[in-house]
């Protein structure tokens, strides 16, 4: 079953995603609601916290950076990313919390 912060879209997926600045380490946290909760430990300032959510998800889904793109949010917390060449179960595998 594909969780709720997941959806296929052509040629790859769109993942809703609750964003936690200034955290101790980058991880991701699991399901908050729809989204998916990942923390990161850049602060919201100058588009830093959202590069490096980027480069989180592309190494977690295994993507070039290119790959991962945020479509609506990019000054908020709540934001919806799309990310090219991966399929929906490949994407709910790998974005599985650590120890999960």
Known sequence: MTPPWLREVAGGVRVAVRLAPRASRDQVMGSHGEAL????TAPPVEGEANARLVKLLAKRLGVAKGA???????SARD?????????AAEAAARLAPAGA
Do not use: L, N, Y
């Open 37 to 40: 909760k990942i923390a990161v």
């Open 68 to 74: 991962v793109r945020i479509v609506s949010g990019e």
């Open 79 to 87: 934001k919806v990313v799309e990310v090219a060449g991966v399929t």
